[in-house]
C-alpha cells in the first residue's frame, strides 16, 4: 500500500465528518502522519496486480527462510563456503564464546573463515567494531577479499598513518582525550605497527611512552569487539618477554572475541604452542613443562581442517595430486664453453672475495659475496648486472655492498657468522677488485653475446614439450625466479621464442600485479615472476610451476607451488626444480630435498609447507649453501650432521603433529554445505526484484550474460544474483539480502496490511478449492531475543483452516509464475476476520516460539556469566592500571545488568501481523 508513491503501513484509523482518517507509517524512515483514506494511491490493475501477489509471496518466503537459518553468513558472501568453512562457522558460533585458534592447513581458506565469522557476528547484532593485525605484505590482500567476498569495508592503519595521526592528535587541547583508533569501526593494522618498544636509540623514555601510548595503549582503550590475528604464530615469540608476545597479550586480554589464525602454531615448541594459547585463554594454559598440551586441554579452542579431507559439495576431493619434478640441465663443454667458464671464475672470485673479507671482518661483503654465487647460478644477465653495479661503486666511491637494485626478496642472513667457514684456496691473484670484475664484466658480456644460457634453452624446449602435449587451449606456466635482471632476460628470450609473456615483481603495486595477473589468466601464456607474486596472489588456473632458480629456504618453494595449489584447482599441479650440474646449487638440493624427501617417506610424514615452516632452520641451510661453495671437500660431512639434525627434529614433528584436533572425515558435512550452495535465495532474490520492478512500472532487461538490467523510478541498476557472474562483470552491482533495494522490499512485506478489500485471483485450471489463503508474521518478543515464523493458512468458504494447503498455495506462488491470473479486488469474508480455528493456529504457533525463547535465555544466561567470569580473569592480566580499573567497572556493570534483566522476568510478547490475504476463485 502507498501513500503518494511511498510504501506504507496502516497504524490506526478513525472516522469523523463522513471521512476515514488514517494514522500511517512511512516504511523507508520510520517517520508517521494522518491521511485520509481517499488519498491513498489507486489499487493496482491488472497488469501489475499478480506482480504485487507474487512478490509479497517471495518476500515472506525469503524472510521466513532468513528466519529459520541457523547461519546467515553464507548467504551474504559473493562466494559459496566450501563444507569445511562451513563446519567452522557453524562450531564457532555454537561456542560459549568467540575466542578460537584456526589451524587450517596452509590453503585451506582461513581467510574466508575468518570473514564469514566476521559477518555472521556482525549479522546478528553481536560486534562492530574489529580490529585485524596482519603482516604488512597481507595488509591489502585483507582490505580486498573482505570487501570483495563480505562487503566489508576495512582502513589500512599502516606505520606512517599511525605517525602521523599521533602528531595530530598530541598537539590536539581538549577536555577529553582524543582517541583517533575510535575513528573507524574496521581496521587493520601490520603486526609490528603496534609493537610496544622498550628502548629506542637516541629516544628520551618520555618519547618511548608516548610512542606506546598512541599506539597499543590507545588501541586498548578504542573498546574493539573483536581482534583477529593471521599468522598467529608470529606472536608466540621465544619468550614471554618479546614484544611481539606482550602486544598480542595486551589486546586478547581487551577483547571479548579473539581469533588466531596460523596452520603452523605448535612449530614443533610446546612451550611456543602454550604463549599461542594464552592468548585464547590465560587461564587454561601455563607455561609450564616441555610437554604438549593434551588434545581433550585444547579441543575446545582449537580448530583444524586437513587436506586429505577436504571436499567440495559434491564430495570430490578438493587438492588434486601434485609432482615435484627435478630438471637437470647439463652445462656441455662444447656448447656453453663461455657459460662453463664464467661460472668457475665467478666461483674464485666469490672465495677470493670472502676470505679477504672474513680476514678484515667485514661482515656485509661476505653476505654480498654469497648472494654473487647465487646470481651467477641463476642467469649471466644477473651477474653481469651485480657485477658492473659493483664496480660502478667502488670507482665512485659509494657503498659497494648494496644488493637491493636487483635483489627482489629479503634474504635471511642475519645470522651467519664469516669465522664460521674455512675457504678454500685458490691460485688466482684478485688482489685487484677493480681489474678482476672489469675481466668479468667482460666474460660475462661476451658469453651473453655468442651463448643462451642453457637453463632458458632447456626451459624453452620444456615449456614447448607441455604445450603440444597439452590439450588444454588455455595453457598457462609459471616460472620463478629470485632476481629481476633474469627475469628481464627470461622475458626476451621466451618472446622471442615466440611465447606471450607478462611479468610480476617486488617494485609492481599491487593494483599493477593483480592487472599483471588479469593478463596472465586471459592472454598471456607464461607469467614471469620472482617471490613477490608468492604472496598474496592465487593462480589456480595454472597448473605448471618452474622454479628457474631455486631459493635457499625449501619454504619459499613451497609458497610458490602454493600459489597455485590452492582450493579451486582442478589438475595435478606439477613443479619443475631446474638445476644446473656440478653447481652449489645442485650439491645442496641432493640433501634439502632428495634425502629429506626419503627421510620424511620413511617417517611416514607429508612433505607439506607446516613440516618445512616448523623443522627448518634457515641458519643450518644457508650454512650447507656456504659449505658448498667456500668449501666442497668439507661438504659431504656438513651434509650428514644436517640430515641428522632433521631427522630427531622430524620425529619431534611426528610427536607433535597430532597435537592439534583435527575435524574427521565424518564431521564434514557436504549435505549441510550442499543447502548454501544449492539454496533457492538467489533464483528468489531475482524473482522479487524482476516482480517489484514490473509491479512499480519499471523495465526489466535480461543479457545473456546473466547480467539484469533494471529501470525503477528513473534509476538504473545493473546487477547479477550469481558471485561467479559477477566475476567477469566488475561494472555490475551483486545483489545479496544486504542490498539497499532488497531490504527495502522486504522491510515493506512486514507492514501490516488491512483486510477490507483482497485481491482474487483464480487458477489457470480451474481446479483450486474456494476460499482464501493468508499468509501471517507470527513473532514472540523478549527484551534479548525475538523470534518469527511466517505461516500460510488456507480458510475454506465454510470456515475450516488447512495449514497444509495454505503453504501448498504459497510455494506455487512463489515457484511457478503462470499458474493464476488476476481477477482483481474483493471484499474480504468474516470467515477470514472472524475465525477462532485461524486464530488458535496462530497461538499455538507463538506458544511454541515462547518456549523455546525461555529455554534459550536461561541457557544464554549461564553462558554470558561464565563468559563474564573468564573475562575477569583476563582483565587481570591487562599491565595498563587505569585500562584495567575502567575495564573491571564495566565488566561489573554488565554483570549486575544481566542479573538484573533475568530476575526481572522472562516474558514473551506475542505479535502477529497480516501480510496478506488473497481470494482463490477455483
Known amino acids: 500500500m502507498k501513500y503518494k508513491g511511498r510504501s506504507i503501513e496502516i497504524i490506526g484509523s478513525k472516522k469523523l465528518f463522513g471521512k476515514e482518517t488514517l494514522w500511517i507509517r512511512f516504511m523507508a524512515d520510520n517517520s508517521f502522519a494522518q491521511v485520509l483514506r481517499e488519498d491513498l ?83 546478528r547484532g553481536e560486534i562492530k567494531r574489529v580490529l585485524l ?34 602528531r595530530t592528535f598530541s598537539k590536539i587541547d581538549a577536555e577529553e582525550e582524543l582517541n583517533f583508533w575510535r575513528q573507524h569501526n574496521q581496521i587493520i593494522v601490520s603486526l609490528d605497527a603496534l609493537k610496544p618498544l622498550a628502548t629506542r636509540q637516541g629516544w628520551s623514555a618520555e618519547r618511548v611512552d608516548e610512542y606506546n601510548k598512541y599506539r597499543l595503549e590507545m588501541v586498548v582503550n578504542a573498546d574493539f569487539d573483536m581482534i583477529i590475528i593471521d599468522e598467529a604464530h608470529r606472536v608466540g615469540g621465544g619468550n614471554q618477554s618479546v614484544a611481539r608476545f606482550q602486544m598480542a597479550e595486551t589486546l586478547c586480554n581487551a577483547v571479548p572475541n579473539v581469533l588466531l589464525l596460523s596452520a603452523t602454531p605448535h612449530r614443533g615448541k610446546s612451550d611456543h604452542f602454550r604463549r599461542v594459547l594464552q592468548l585464547i585463554d590465560a587461564n587454561a594454559f601455563q607455561i609450564e613443562g616441555d610437554e604438549m598440551p593434551s588434545i581433550p586441554e585444547i579441543e575446545p579452542y582449537v580448530m583444524r581442517s586437513e587436506k586429505r579431507f577436504a571436499v567440495d559439495y559434491d564430495g570430490n576431493k578438493l587438492f588434486p595430486h601434485r609432482e615435484t619434478i627435478r630438471l637437470d640441465v647439463p652445462i656441455d663443454p662444447v656448447l656453453h664453453p663461455l657459460q662453463k667458464e664464467l661460472y668457475e671464475q665467478i666461483t674464485d672470485y666469490v672465495r677470493y672475495q670472502f676470505g679477504r673479507a672474513k680476514g678484515r671482518k667485514h661482515n656485509s661483503t661476505g653476505l654480498v659475496m654469497i648472494m654473487f654465487q647465487k646470481l651467477a647460478s641463476s642467469s649471466s644477465a644477473a651477474i653481469l648486472g651485480a657485477l658492473e653495479t659493483r664496480l660502478w661503486r667502488l670507482q665512485n666511491g659509494e657503498d659497494a655492498d648494496d644488493l637491493s637494485e636487483f635483489v627482489d626478496v629479503e634474504e635471511d642472513f642475519d645470522e651467519i657468522n664469516l669465522e664460521d667457514y674455512s675457504v678454500l684456496n685458490n691460485s688466482h691473484n684478485l688482489q685487484n677488485e677493480e681489474e678482476a670484475l672489469t675481466a668479468l664484466i667482460s666474460k660475462a658480456k661476451e658469453c651473453l653475446r655468442n651463448e643462451r644460457d642453457a637453463k632458458a634453452t632447456a626451459l624453452v624446449k620444456k615449456i614447448y614439450e ?180 632433521i631427522r630427531r627434529k622430524l620425529k619431534d614433528y611426528k610427536s607433535t603433529e597430532s597435537a592439534l584436533p583435527a575435524f574427521g572425515k565424518d564431521e564434514i558435512n557436504v549435505k549441510q554445505a550442499g543447502e548454501v550452495k ?211 567497572k564495566k565488566l561489573e556493570n554488565e554483570r549486575n545488568q544481566l542479573i538484573h534483566t533475568y530476575n526481572k522476568g522472562m516474558s514473551v510478547v506475542p505479535s502477529v501481523k497480516h501480510i496478506m490475504t488473497v481470494k482463490i476463485d477455483g
Open 41 to 123: 494511491d489507486e489499487e493496482d490493475s491488472q497488469d501489475n496486480g499478480m506482480a504485487k501477489i507474487r512478490r509479497t509471496a517471495i518476500a515472506a518466503r525469503i524472510k521466513d527462510e532468513l528466519a529459520q537459518k541457523r547461519l546467515l553468513a553464507p548467504y551474504e558472501s559473493s562466494l559459496i563456503p566450501l563444507p569445511h568453512q562451513i563446519l567452522v562457522l557453524e562450531k564457532v558460533m555454537n561456542g560459549v564464546q568467540t575466542r578460537f585458534l584456526l589451524a587450517d592447513e596452509v590453503g585451506m581458506g582461513k581467510t574466508i573463515e575468518a570473514g564469514l565469522i566476521l559477518k555472521e557476528k556482525k549479522l
Open 466 to 645: 607441455l604445450k603440444e602435449r597439452d590439450s588444454d587451449e588455455n595453457f598457462k606456466v609459471l616460472v620463478f625466479t629470485e632476481f629481476r635482471k633474469t627475469q628481464e632476460y627470461l622475458i626476451q628470450v621466451l618472446e622471442q621464442e615466440g611465447l606471450h609473456t607478462v611479468s610480476i615483481n617486488g617494485s609492481m603495486e599491487l593494483l599493477e600485479r593483480q592487472k599483471a595477473l588479469t593478463r596472465f589468466r586471459n592472454e598471456a601464456e607464461v607469467m614471469i615472476a620472482t617471490d613477490a607474486a608468492g604472496e598474496s596472489l592465487n593462480m589456480q588456473f595454472c597448473h605448471i610451476v618452474f622454479n628457474y632458480d631455486i631459493p635457499w629456504n625449501p619454504m619459499s618453494i613451497e609458497q610458490r607451488i602454493g600459489r597455485v595449489d590452492r582450493i579451486g584447482q582442478k589438475h595435478t599441479v606439477t613443479a619443475y626444480n631446474m638445476l644446473t650440474d656440478n653447481t652449489v646449487d645442485s650439491r645442496v638440493y641432493q640433501i634439502i630435498v632428495d634425502k629429506l624427501d626419503a627421510i620424511m617417506n620413511e617417517l611416514g610424514i607429508d612433505k607439506t609447507g607446516d613440516v618445512l615452516d616448523s623443522t627448518i632452520d634457515m641458519k643450518h641451510v644457508n650454512h650447507l649453501y656456504l659449505q658448498s661453495l667456500l668449501d666442497p671437500k668439507r661438504f659431504e660431512f656438513a651434509g650428514d650432521k644436517w640430515l641428522y639434525e
Open 133 to 166: 593485525v596482519v603482516p604488512k605484505s597481507a595488509m591489502i590482500q585483507w582490505q580486498t577479499e573482505l570487501m570483495e567476498h563480505f562487503n566489508e569495508k576495512f582502513y589500512i592503519y599502516d606505520n606512517d598513518f599511525i605517525s602521523g595521526m599521533a
Open 678 to 888: 544449492y539454496s533457492p535465495l538467489p533464483v528468489w532474490l531475482e524473482e522479487l526484484v524482476d516482480l517489484y520492478a514490473i509491479s512499480e512500472h519499471g523495465k526489466v532487461e535480461k543479457l545473456l550474460s546473466g547480467v539484469s538490467l533494471y529501470n525503477i523510478d528513473k534509476q538504473q541498476i545493473r546487477a547479477v544474483f550469481d558471485p561467479t557472474i559477477k566475476g567477469d562483470n566488475p561494472d555490475v552491482e551483486y545483489i545479496t539480502l544486504q542490498h539497499p533495494l532488497v531490504k527495502q522490499i522486504l522491510d515493506e512485506v512486514d507492514a501490516d496490511s488491512p483486510m477490507s478489500n483482497v485481491p482474487v485471483i483464480k487458477s489457470k485450471e480451474g481446479n483450486e478449492s474456494i476460499g482464501y489463503l493468508t499468509i501471517w508474521k507470527v513473532s514472540a518478543i523478549n527484551d534479548n531475543e525475538t523470534r518469527s515464523v511466517y505461516t500460510a493458512q488456507f480458510i475454506t468458504e465454510k470456515g475450516r483452516v488447512f495449514a497444509p494447503y495454505g503453504n501448498d498455495l504459497w510455494n506455487r506462488l512463489v515457484q511457478e509464475k503462470d499458474i493464476f491470473t488476476y481477477q482483481g479486488q474483493a471484499e474480504c469474508g468474516q470467515i477470514v476476520l472472524e475465525n477462532e480455528q485461524l486464530e488458535n493456529n496462530l497461538h499455538a504457533i507463538f506458544h511454541r516460539m515462547e518456549i523455546s525463547i525461555q529455554e534459550y535465555l536461561h541457557k544464554k544466561a549461564e553462558q554470558r556469566l561464565k563468559v563474564l567470569d573468564y573475562a575477569e580473569k583476563r582483565i587481570d592480566r591487562i599491565g595498563i592500571a587505569n585500562i584495567r580499573t575502567a575495564k573491571h
